[in-house]
């Protein structure tokens, strides 16, 4: 058996320095909190929580909720770190979880909605690996089969974000549910959301690209904790890029740096009236990267 040997993400320690923000101790109820706040009195900036079971988060916040790179340390001894938003483990990280028999779990790569969706879990004994899984999903072309809402999370409180009418046609992001919810993309005006899996039938499947050859190295990262890559959207349409668990917007003919950390990508780049395009790139640690998309419109209104 092989011996495991943990690697724990780097969260950055800010310098409080003096403002008086970053030093202040507040009691929300029975939760102890001490570091960054915003006008509103809530959390905001990088701090540390002890809530009233005793488990505790250090790392960022955003008005009260954990947002961005943090560690939370359960009293049941779990423990994830990796990045955050809305208090939902969300991007990459690492959770190790304690099993009732005496196993630990341990699962590292992209986590969306508290759930791992792309990575590796080791289970282990006395710090011997016994067992080992890769975590993957696949995605579909699919079509509303019923009258249903286009949710902005997966679960009928969240907000509806638009009505889906029997046969419009919808991107599977992932065959893997969240409470029974697929991820999805209107294909007709690009808009992400929720549904529920019984109102859509899956189409074929669409097929990930292996290592296009399209992310060109630019150069040495400044920070070896992340990698520069710079998106050309050159075409006269909007666009849609997911990369790990982050959706970013990029209007006609945008260019941007995105800083994301080294590692394994599965990215979707999507657009109105086009059916996604899928790519699995790996970005090295120390270096910077580029790529240009052209969106070529496939289907008509």
Do not use: H
């Not at 009418?165 to 991820?183: C, R």
Request: charged share 25%; glycine share 10%.
């Amino acid at each position: 058996m092989k011996k495991i040997i943990l690697l724990f993400i780097l969260i950055p320690i800010l310098s409080i320095g003096q403002d008086k923000k970053c030093i202040t101790e507040i009691t929300y109820v029975n939760d102890k909190y001490k570091g960054c706040i915003n006008d509103s009195g809530n959390p905001e900036g990088y701090g540390i929580m002890t809530f009233e079971n005793n488990d505790v988060y250090v790392g960022f916040w955003k008005n009260g909720k954990r947002e961005g790179l943090g560690k939370l340390t359960t009293n049941e001894g779990n423990i994830y770190e990796g990045n955050w938003r809305e208090n939902i483990k969300n991007g990459k990280g690492i959770l190790i979880k304690k099993n009732e028999d005496g196993t630990t779990t341990t699962s590292k790569g992209i986590f969306e909605n508290n759930i791992i969706i792309e990575g590796k879990s080791v289970v282990s004994l006395n710090g011997y690996e016994i067992a080992n899984s890769t975590i993957s999903y696949k995605s579909y072309t699919g079509i509303v089969n019923r009258e249903i809402n286009l949710l902005k999370g997966p679960g009928s409180d969240y907000e509806v974000i638009k009505n889906l009418i029997p046969g419009i046609q919808l991107f599977i992001v992932s065959d893997k549910t969240v409470n029974d919810y697929y991820n999805v993309i209107d294909v007709i005006t690009n808009e992400e959301g929720y549904v529920n899996k019984d109102y859509v039938e899956l189409g074929k499947e669409i097929v990930v690209k292996e290592d296009t050859g399209n992310f060109k190295v630019t150069g040495v990262s400044d920070n070896p904790e992340l990698s520069k890559v710079n998106i050309f959207n050159n075409t006269k349409v909007k666009a849609s890029i997911k990369m790990g668990a982050s959706n970013y917007l990029f209007s006609p003919y945008e260019k941007r740096d995105l800083n994301i950390p080294p590692g394994e990508y599965k990215i979707i780049v999507s657009s109105p009236n086009v059916i996604p395009f899928i790519e699995k790139v790996e970005f090295e640690s120390g270096k910077n990267y580029m790529r240009e998309y052209i969106i070529i419109k496939t289907n008509k209104n």
